[in-house]
């Protein structure tokens, strides 16, 4: 072991000139194999150790910090009593950077997402239609006349009940969704008013939310949000208007007599309004043809005050890509993940202290260890398709043959379910080969579990990819390092170092 560093870490008072006798040292310890080392680039060069599994961040300075953020990475690495102070060896171990030798520190985050699957709140997804106004050239859903009735409604209110039923949850999430799912706005009305009812009588606490293309709301914009309880609103934007108006296109004959044409400007209009009474997750959807309308875009919502009203909205960049099976000519138009990485970058300086730039990766802007689960994944959550079958994932509504279930009532539903529904309730990322032996597992678990499900070795991939060049930011944000990281990138070999033959395999070509 290197001479010991001095531990700033702000959970760890300055060694006391006279500490307490140790405990009892028991085994030896090693580093543990969720932990992460990050070097600050300039002066005073302190090292961050993070540890994937608990979240603890330990801040390290002093002449041998550097030295030790080594060792701790080296292969077989034993601590023994003595080989470090006390007090700095007391930090590491509270900071999850040494454990025990011999502990099973993949049983604990497999109990945690095994837990998180039956606790996740519950979201039902509601597709009220698959039709949809718009043409954008990306969408990855096939269009067609299925939509939700009336009739539906008592099934889709059973279906909450049953979902609820599951686990220990009073809360229901309803996420409106489409197509554009306003196209249906009388069927929202009634089934919203139902599934309300149902929660006030069984003592369940109801939020929704909606996912639009903000071109088609009604005129009592401010009274739909909370006759419905719209906590959240998400509005799509494909560019500056000229960019979005093109991408965003009325389909033949959809384009309304009143109002303005552009599409634009209905969403623009609409986001004026929404952000005086909801948060509105303002998304934009980025490739290479639109790429330069991003900065304007910030400057244009900035201005607009979306960031200063009553409730600011967050500003959400999005990667076009392929989504689903449907889309996979995307895969030739997507940005690559560095390019994309680098316009959110520039975007989260250009809104440094003014607006929250949410990543999907990160939503509160810290790698905290995972306690929740995709809705996909969560027992209770389920996603209802316009053509009344159940699907695990939004991405897969209409997808034929991935639907695992189908409502009650709709003829001929049970002949269209597919084979997947075991892979749902199968899918574990602690024990997936690959992700079972990554340092990120704990705040990753997996990615996204479709893409597991398709065998789309390239998107996950990019997850780690994702996490190696993004973390080292990350960390060094959260220990305070005003110079960042000194790393731009985790080796891949640190990535796999608990299965070193893994990485090697992988090769030079940094695949995740
Ligand atoms: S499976 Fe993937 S796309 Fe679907 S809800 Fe989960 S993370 Fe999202
Ligand atoms: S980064 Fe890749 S290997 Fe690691 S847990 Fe996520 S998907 Fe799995």
């Not at 099973?104 to 949809?132: F, S």
Request: net charge neutral; hydrophobic share 40%.
């Amino acid at each position: 072991m290197p001479p010991a560093p001095r531990s700033t870490a702000p959970r760890e008072a300055e060694p006391a000139p006279a500490p307490p006798p140790a405990p009892a040292f028991g085994p030896a310890l090693v580093p543990s194999r969720f932990l992460v080392a990050v070097r600050e680039a300039a002066e005073p060069l302190r090292v961050a150790l993070f540890s994937t599994a608990t979240g603890a961040l330990t801040v390290l300075d002093g002449v041998a910090a550097d030295a030790l953020a080594d060792a701790l990475y080296a292969p077989g690495l034993l601590v023994a009593e003595g080989d470090l102070a006390p007090a700095l060896l007391s930090t590491l171990r509270r900071g999850g950077v040494l454990v025990p030798q011999g502990t099973d520190e993949l049983a604990p985050i497999q109990e945690r997402y095994r837990r998180a699957r039956g606790e996740t709140p519950v979201v039902l997804t509601v597709t009220t239609t698959m039709d949809c106004n718009l043409g954008c050239y990306y969408c990855y859903e096939a269009r067609s006349g299925a939509r939700l009735e009336t009739r539906d409604i008592g099934a889709i209110v059973a279906l909450a009940r049953e979902r609820l039923a599951l686990g220990p949850h009073r809360a229901l999430h309803v996420d409106w969704y489409g197509g554009e799912p306003l196209l249906e706005r009388g069927f929202v009305e009634a089934a919203s008013r139902a599934l309300q009812d149902a929660c006030a009588a069984d003592g369940v606490r109801y939020v929704a939310s909606i996912i639009s293309n903000g071109t088609d709301w009604p005129e009592d914009v401010e009274a739909f949000v909370a006759r419905h309880r719209i906590r959240q609103v998400q509005i799509s934007f494909d560019g500056m208007q000229a960019n979005h108006d093109k991408r965003r296109r009325w389909r033949r004959g959809r384009a309304p007599q009143q109002g303005p044409a552009s599409t634009f400007a209905r969403a623009v209009a609409l986001v004026d309004r929404l952000v005086r009474v909801t948060r509105v997750d303002v998304r934009f959807n980025v490739d290479a043809g639109n790429r330069d309308d991003v900065l304007p875009f910030v400057a244009f919502a900035r201005a607009r005050g979306w960031f200063d009203a009553p409730v600011p909205a967050v500003f959400q960049p999005a990667r076009l890509a392929s989504y689903s099976e449907t889309s996979r000519f995307m895969r030739r138009r997507e940005l690559p993940l560095a390019d994309f990485d680098a316009i959110r970058a520039e975007v989260r300086a250009a809104l440094d202290g003014v607006a929250v730039v949410e990543e999907s990766e990160v939503p509160d802007g810290f790698p905290h260890p995972k306690t929740s689960v995709c809705a996909a994944l969560a027992h209770g959550s389920a996603v209802l398709g316009a053509d009344g079958l159940v699907y695990r994932c939004g991405l897969q509504v209409g997808e034929a043959g991935r639907a695992v279930s189908a409502m009650p009532g709709r003829s001929g539903g049970s002949a269209r379910v597919g084979t997947d529904a075991g892979f749902w309730t199968d899918f574990d990322p602690t024990q997936a080969p690959t992700c079972s032996a990554c340092t990120f597992l704990p705040i990753c678990w997996g990615g996204c579990p479709k893409k597991h499900l398709e065998g789309d070795r390239h998107a996950l991939d990019e997850q780690g990819r994702y996490w190696r060049t993004n973390l080292p930011r990350l960390v060094a944000r959260a220990a305070g390092f005003a110079s960042g990281p000194a790393e731009d990138e985790i080796p891949l070999a640190v990535q796999f170092r608990a299965r070193p033959g893994l990485a090697e395999a992988r090769g030079s070509d940094a695949r995740g």
